[in-house]
Nanobody
Framework: QVQLVESGGGLVQPGGSLRLSCAAS????????MGWYRQAPGKQRELVAS??????SYADSVKDRFTISRDNNNNTMYVQMNNLKPEDTAVYYC?????????????WGQGTQVTVSS
């Protein structure tokens, strides 16, 4: 069984920064792809950023403000969020496409709240 645990959310003022972490744990697994999603109240969940191998991609709304990275040794993914705006307020989820002995499937973290407000 693989688990994803996010941390690092909180309340921040507009223009501030936060760093979210997502740690994958379990046994005998290989991470194929990881990404950050967010869901604001009344809106659909959207992809914010993803990373696979050395390639990254970002939603237009967060380009040049968010940076996604991954520590392969610790199976941990990060997103550094700078110049935060009120519209970044959402629950942020990490998602990983993981290969185990049972095949490839998606795993989700429990989510962490990010609130940008003065």
């Amino acid at each position: 069984q693989v688990q994803l645990v996010e941390s690092g959310g909180g309340l921040v003022q507009p223009g501030g920064s936060l760093r979210l972490s997502c740690a994958a744990s379990g046994s005998a697994f290989s991470i194929v792809l990881m990404g950050w999603y967010r869901q604001a109240p009344g809106k659909q969940r959207e992809l914010v950023a993803s990373i696979t191998g050395g390639s990254t991609s970002y939603a237009d709304s967060v380009k040049d403000r968010f940076t996604i990275s991954r520590d392969n040794n610790n199976n941990t993914m990060y997103v550094q969020m700078n110049n935060l705006k009120p519209e970044d307020t959402a629950v942020y989820y990490c998602k990983a496409k993981i290969l185990t002995s049972r095949g490839v499937r998606d795993y989700w973290g429990q989510g962490t709240q990010v609130t940008v407000s003065s």
